[in-house]
């Protein structure tokens, strides 16, 4: 069974710090790019960070750029999200996404059930 399990969201206040893990069981990570998504309530879901399986290129969203970090663990089958200096407009339900192919400009295949990231005081 194919499955992407994200972890490592909470509660933390303005300024702190999270990383997120996403850990696939089921089929290797080494062939695909992988997404970080987030949902705020009544908002879209968009693009937070990549990573592709070829070269390692990343790829942030312009309101991420400079506090997050994406790395991936292909011997554990895992990809992370360093998050820094979080804001409260961060709050969202973070999703990863196994992508359809190797590179970042692929579309989502595979979801995780997504972790939840609140940033308050």
């Known amino acids: 069974q194919l499955q992407l399990v994200e972890s490592g969201g909470g509660l933390v206040q303005p300024g702190g710090s999270l990383r997120l893990s996403c850990a696939a069981s089921?089929?290797?990570?080494?062939?695909?790019?992988i997404g970080w998504f987030r949902q705020a309530p009544g908002k879209k879901r968009e693009g937070v960070s990549c990573i592709s399986s070829s070269d390692g290129s990343t790829y942030y969203a312009d309101s991420v750029k400079g506090r997050f970090a994406i790395s991936r663990d292909n011997a554990k089958s895992t990809v992370y999200l360093q998050m820094n200096s979080l804001k409260p407009e961060d709050t969202a339900v973070y999703f990863c996404?196994?992508?359809?192919?190797?590179?970042?400009?692929?579309?989502?295949?595979?979801w995780g059930q997504g972790t939840q990231v609140t940033v308050s005081s």
């Open positions: 996404a196994a992508l359809k192919s190797y590179v970042c400009s692929s579309t989502p295949n595979y």
């Open positions: 089921g089929f290797t990570l080494d062939y695909y790019a």
